[in-house]
């Protein structure tokens, strides 16, 4: 692949990123240079080449399963491992997605809207470890708030955790895992050496270690005395197997938890905190939601508050303008083209979710928070990608989607929040990699008031 970068600094993302800049406008810039599609070049990884139109979305989430596989090497396999569905090709893919996937679906999901309820009433009450009730006068740090939220959904759903006590282990694991994978040793696989014990890469290989053992023990113990009926996705898997009659390993299982635990973590978080951040800036969307969620009443059961349209809206648009996830990469196995640019095998291609999400040709005014574009009409696949497209489509968007819904109803229905002056007005903050997921590139404080 001739990637026609002599211009661009060799490792301008890595630049980029240190700079501050984020992936919207640095894709913008690749852009108004090259036109689309056009390369980028990751340190250590090779390049991709991108399109932000959605001819090319439907292009690359229409291409043959078997003609794609994720990227390799990929900066993510030290965190989620190479077992991991988020790493699986070919039919190892189809088999691995035929097994996890039932665990998502809708009716299942459905069956966790009270635990979504509940884990975001005991963050407001103040009843989770660390956190302080929501009260006129306290000032609410949303990412640590949502983080906590999302995580007791997820251990809850995934591993049936139910004591505090064992929350309290997990969290403290799953917390020092990804604080433990920085920037630099996602970016650099060079970084990614031992130093007796002392090197950010020890500290990420222990940290991982002690989450294991976490994992592995739940997984033990529940083969030793299966849940009868168990609604947890590990309680599923154990009792199902894969379609050739054999059970996963417990290694196998190992890595598919820690990847639910990681992909379904933090991106959900961060959503959640653009969601609040975006409603509270924007009057006319604060007072519409309200009175669709007054109408709704105080006592709507979650699967009444997730089809509200207007609080639907507001989640697409929340997903629309900061895509926690704004790449999507696929790595061919065979010739394929790309906006009539012919690619080779072992080449990459890749989808500019915030260049897609701000298409012209599609959106109006794409710089402005306005959730009513989503009521006036329905956007195709490939004009709206926040999940990805395609075989490979986000496993976890139904419960993401429904978290997302009936957390943010949750908390405007308890209490009143307003934004500190100076993130009510001007830029939002940027948006950058945080682990797996970008998200606001500092904190976006809250005040409670009466
Ligand atoms: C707002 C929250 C979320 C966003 C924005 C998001 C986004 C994405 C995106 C863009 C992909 C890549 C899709 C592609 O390659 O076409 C993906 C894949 C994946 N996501 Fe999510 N995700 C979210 C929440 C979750 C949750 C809650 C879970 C599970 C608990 C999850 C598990 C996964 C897995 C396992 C994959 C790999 C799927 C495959 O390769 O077959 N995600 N996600």
Do not use: K
Not at 63 to 83: K, Q, Y
Not at 130 to 147: E, K, L, Q, Y
Not at 153 to 173: C, N, P, Q, W
């Amino acid at each position: 692949m001739d990637d026609g970068l002599p211009s661009v600094p060799r490792f301008a993302v890595l630049h980029a990123l240190a700079a501050g800049v984020d992936f919207e406008r640095y894709f913008r810039w690749r852009r108004s240079r090259a036109g689309d599609p056009f390369f980028v070049r990751f340190p250590g990884f090779g390049s991709a080449l991108f399109t932000g139109t959605p001819a090319g979305a439907r292009e690359i989430f229409r291409a043959p399963p078997d003609l794609t596989e994720p990227p390799r090497p990929n900066p993510i396999e030290p965190m989620v491992g190479t077992a991991s569905l988020i790493l699986a090709a070919g039919a190892r893919h189809r088999r691995d997605r035929t097994l996890l996937a039932p665990a998502f679906h809708g009716a299942r999901i459905r069956a966790y809207g009270e635990l979504i309820g509940d884990s975001a009433d005991d963050e407001i009450s103040g009843d989770t470890a660390g956190s302080t009730a929501w009260r006129p006068g306290v000032r609410v740090d949303s990412r640590a708030a949502a983080r906590s939220i999302t995580l007791r959904v997820i251990l809850t759903a995934v591993f049936g955790v139910d004591s505090d006590e064992r929350r309290g282990e997990y969290t403290a694991a799953v917390t020092e895992f990804l604080t433990a994978f920085s920037g630099p040793l996602m970016l650099v696989p060079a970084l990614r050496r031992g130093l007796f014990g002392q090197a950010p890469w020890d500290r990420f290989v222990a940290a991982r270690a002690r989450l294991d053992r976490l994992i592995h023990a739940d997984i033990a113990r529940r083969r030793g005395a299966p849940r009868p009926a168990s609604t947890d996705i590990l309680g599923l898997l154990l009792s199902t197997g894969y379609d050739d009659g054999t059970a996963i390993s417990d290694n196998d299982l190992c890595e598919q938890l820690r990847t639910l635990l990681v992909a379904g973590h933090e991106t959900t978080a961060t959503s959640l905190v653009w969601a609040l951040f975006h409603v509270h800036r924007e009057p006319a969307v604060l007072e519409r939601l309200r009175a669709e969620l007054r109408a709704a009443g105080p006592g709507a059961h979650p699967a009444e508050l997730a089809r509200l349209p207007y609080l639907d809206a507001v989640c697409q648009e929340t997903l629309r303008l900061h895509p926690a996830v704004p790449i999507v990469l696929r790595r061919l196995t065979g010739p394929f083209e790309l906006r009539g640019v012919a690619l080779a095998a072992g080449d990459t291609m890749g989808v500019a979710v915030p260049l897609l999400h701000s298409d012209s040709g599609v959106w109006q005014d794409p710089e402005r928070f306005r959730p009513e574009r989503f009521l006036e009409r329905r956007y195709s696949p490939f004009e709206f990608a926040p999940f990805g497209g395609g075989h490979r489509r986000c496993v976890g968007a139904t419960l993401a989607e429904y978290e997302l819904r009936i957390v943010l109803a949750r908390i405007l229905d308890r209490v009143r929040l307003t934004l500190p002056p100076r993130y009510a007005r001007g830029r939002a903050p940027l948006s950058v990699p945080h682990n797996i997921a970008t998200g606001p590139h500092r904190s976006i404080p809250f005040d409670v008031v009466a």
